[in-house]
Antibody, heavy 122, light 107 residues
């Protein structure tokens, strides 16, 4: 059974930092690209970042570029999101999601974690 | 950035009714359009991939269609458990984007 478990969320002051983790199990983690997607309270879904299976390709939303860093450790079956210079508008539930591609097509997120809440407030 | 516009934003429906949710892309995305269901306090769950392919384990009452810029999610014979917010998602080009969501209320 595919499982994704996020951790590391919490309350942080504006300008602070936080590192999110996502522990993967039930599949060959090193074979899949991964996404971070966030959802502000009462709002819709927003893609944050993606990383390819070997970390060769990394992409960010403009809203987090230069402040957030995605990484992974395939030996530990783990995905990370280092968040620096946090702002109130970064307050959201952060989900990690597995990226699946078929037949050369683009990625869809077939499995999601339960999310971890990040609150940026003084 | 490709903008996805869903309609309606909200719909109140009765059980056994047929529901249609549309998603329009600001430019052509082929079939790189996916649909998710999110119930309150839960993470999103994949329903439909590549516009019309059902994801494993999804009830057959859920179906998708469309290509290019216009897409549809159809729920046949709605059940009470289908009360949720539904999102479309494009992965044709970066940044990946989502529609604003359509909330379904069951009367």
């Amino acid at each position: 059974e595919v499982q994704l478990v996020e951790s590391g969320g919490g309350l942080v002051k504006p300008g602070g930092s936080l590192r999110l983790s996502c522990a993967a199990s039930g599949f060959t983690f090193s074979s899949y690209s991964m996404n971070w997607v966030r959802q502000a309270p009462g709002k819709g879904l927003e893609w944050v970042s993606s990383i390819s299976s070997s970390s060769s390709y990394i992409y960010y939303a403009d809203s987090v570029k230069g402040r957030f860093t995605i990484s992974r450790d395939n030996a530990k079956n783990s995905l990370y999101l280092q968040m620096n210079s946090l702002r109130a508008e970064d307050t959201a539930v952060y989900y990690c999601a597995r990226c699946r591609k078929e037949g050369g097509g683009s990625c869809y997120s077939d499995y999601w974690g339960q999310g971890t809440l990040v609150t940026v407030s003084s | 950035e490709i903008v996805l516009t869903q309609s309606p934003d909200f719909q109140s429906v009765t059980p056994k009714e047929k529901v249609t949710i549309t998603c329009r892309a600001s430019q052509s995305i082929g079939s790189s359009l996916h649909w998710y269901q999110q119930k309150p306090d839960q993470s999103p769950k994949l329903l439909i991939k590549y516009a019309s392919q059902s994801f494993s384990g999804v009830p057959s009452r859920f179906s998708g269609s469309g290509s290019g810029t216009d897409f549809t999610l159809t729920i046949n014979s709605l059940e009470a458990e289908d009360a949720a917010t539904y999102y479309c998602h494009q992965s044709s080009s970066l940044p990946q984007t989502f529609g604003q969501g359509t909330r379904l209320e069951i009367k």
